[in-house]
């Protein structure tokens, strides 16, 4: 983000890009706090409306560009539910909110509210509305859903470097309170002059300071609009007393659900009609020796950001009174800059996660066998053609998918990915060709397919060997015909995705069985693309566990422990009969029960076992070589079964307990020679 950041002026380049997608009269973003109490509106766009000018957006300076969850349209959508509207005069809801900007306004008969989200959290909504009742279909709802998914984390990434640099900047108008403060050590003489100079990056009604005593607070000096409003008070009159004595800010949104009414001073501070406030200790020989408080009239008035703007402030008393201002603001800004800086360095990767997260760059390895498969599927990328991914369960193939897909034309078209062997085989002819209402038993309302939800981008079809042979030939028919009709349905419709599809079964076996149909396979099998094992992957299995280990250590507050020797030596001989999800597991079992050390074998938790059937009898040769490689184990064996068989590949590949072609690959892989 620049600092000329135009928020109406992106959601006028994204209206432009929805209304060949969703049909709208206006467009709002609502962008909400992290204390989830109040929300802001980031930006709004209308055909031939004039920018609004109330100062209640998000990126505005002022403090009054909040509005409570209640006067939201609902506040289901900063749950994380979607809100869809039909016809606003049926709809009980279209009644709520009128009055706010950024909701449906008068006139929207119909609109769609879709949550925002960033990496960690609901941070905002979406909000498409139509003058035109019963304009929305569930599709178009889905497409609302992809949409907000993608620029959810971009809005996010923009308010934080905002919030971040418009911190740095309150933050270096805070020496001016310093150079008040330098005028005088009396607090009081100065006190109007210091609450000038503090209107300069805190919006307040009330500002307050006090001195303590032992027996109690000596006297409130206060602000409201250029007149005191109490003289005194006791300290053990207020509920947060012993939380300011013990060095701890209050932070305070809404004091009529915060104070208690037992105490006289919180009944006090309610009379003077305070509804939020910000108060910090002044600390002085390491004792708190005085309060700094700002209040206002209004709920919700001051957030964290304010918080840490109000310690800033208390801590230039403090070094004022000391004679330490210069070097403690100093000190200060260099803090707000390298956090500004980092902000930026976090900002910008997150810019990348959104534009490569799904690269062949994400997929790690360099064994040969991986980078030729990557290499395949680099190269069929940009082309229409089906593929096929072969290779075990938890190989990879669906990341594989992805990135073909997002190296693809079809990019900017969604990736719709289905589990074949999840679902029965009346589910499934379900989810891929929908439903209209009534179809079956239960299918209470029309249900766009994966079919549908795929047009313009492509459709990955899961464990494809798992399908249903009546299942095969409607999906053999739609490829050949490139149309489709849903369940229960009799219009047309066209089928316009790229199909990749993956299983880990050997279909020529299948359909020798004849559970899989030959005229499909030969449909599917354009570009077969084969995943290798993460056994055959070598020291491979080394750098995924290393990511891992980074990942996972991360996200469970292990840091980064590092392998031990003979965990990696295990890494390295273990079979990994269920590939790279094995291994992830395998490093996250490890990282809960380590203590902050490298990770040892033991705490992988794996049991040493022989290689799969049909490849075990490669790793019983050279028992002697215990420091080989198990590439090297494996390039012995296929040397000796061949000498053993005079040259013979049939009787060698018949003797290591593997296919011909299976040894010609092996051969290739492992240098040795074909002939």
Known sequence: MTPEFDPGGFLQGLSAQLHGLIPHDRVTVLYLDEGGRTFSVFAEHAAGDAARADGRYTLSLARANRYSIAEAVSSCVFAGQAEFVRDAQSDARGMAGTAVPGVPQAGLRAWMALPLMGVERVIGALIVGSTVPDVYTEAHLATGRQIADVIGPVIESIVLVHTERRRSQRLRVV???ARVLGTSLNVAEIFDRLAAAVRLVLDFDIMATSLLESDGMKRWLLVAEGRPVRDEARFEDFSFAARLLARE??????????????YPADRTILEDGIRSFVAVPLIFADKVGALLAFAKRQPDGFDKSDLEVVEEIAQHVVVAIQHQRLAEEQRRLAVAEVRAQQLERRVQRLHGALSEQYGFGRILGQAPSLREALERAARVAPEETPVLLTGESGTGKELVAQAIHYASRRADGPCVAINCAALSEALIESELFGHERGAFTGADR?????FELAAGGTLFLDEVGELAVSVQA??????????????????????????????????????????????LYYRLSVFPIHLPPLRERGEDVVLLAQEFVRRLGERMGKGQPGLSRDA??????YAWPGNIRELQNAIERALIVSDGGLITAAQLGLIRSQLPSGEASLAVANHDAAAATLQELERRAIAAALANAKGNKTAAAGALGITRMRLYTKLKRLGLPFQ
Not at 249 to 262: F, H, I, K, T, W
Not at 489 to 507: C, E, M, P, S
């Open 175 to 177: 020496p001016e309170v």
């Open 249 to 262: 800010p209050v932070l305070m949104r809404d004091c009529e659900s915060e104070l208690d009414l037992a």
């Open 446 to 450: 029309r249900k766009p397919g994966r």
């Open 474 to 519: 409607k999906l053999l028919r739609v490829l050949q015909e490139h149309e489709f009709v849903r369940v229960g349905g009799t219009v047309t419709l066209k089928a316009d995705f790229r199909l990749i599809v993956a299983t880990n079964r050997n279909l020529t076996d299948a359909m020798a069985r004849g559970q899989f149909r030959e005229d």
């Open 568 to 573: 990696r030596e295990l890494l390295v001989t």
